[in-house]
Nanobody, 127 residues
């Protein structure tokens, strides 16, 4: 079992920055593919960034590439999502998720592929 707790959401103006944190517990931190997903009202949950915690490999959705950065702190069992140059369309509930795998293969980055989820943290970007 993996428990995930997100923090760091909030309200910011367009162009601003936020850093989300996801603290993991209950299982080995290494050997997971961890992802940040977001869901806006009336839209499907979409993955925005992923990290393979054992390898440190990272992947990004095109919509956030160059603006968001996913990283990890092994000592704290925590994954971060640094979000810069935020846009109103980034407004959503953001979720941290994990799946037990050493890799974040492209074909396994859907929300349905992840078995562990945090409670979510709201990010609101105003224009």
């Amino acid at each position: 079992q993996v428990q995930l707790v997100e923090s760091g959401g909030g309200s910011v103006q367009a162009g601003g920055s936020l850093r989300l944190s996801c603290a993991a517990s209950g299982s080995s931190f290494a050997g997971n593919c961890m992802g940040w997903f977001r869901q806006a009202p009336g839209k499907e949950r979409e993955g925005v960034a992923y990290i393979a915690t054992g390898l440190g490999s990272t992947y990004y959705a095109n919509s956030v590439k160059g603006r968001f950065n996913i990283s990890q702190d092994n000592a704290k069992n925590t994954v971060y999502l640094q979000m810069n140059s935020l846009k109103p369309e980034d407004t959503a509930m953001y979720y941290c998720a994990a799946r037990r795998s050493n890799y974040c293969y492209a074909w396994s980055r859907r929300a349905a592929d992840f078995g562990y989820w945090g409670q979510g943290t709201q990010v609101t970007v105003s224009s």
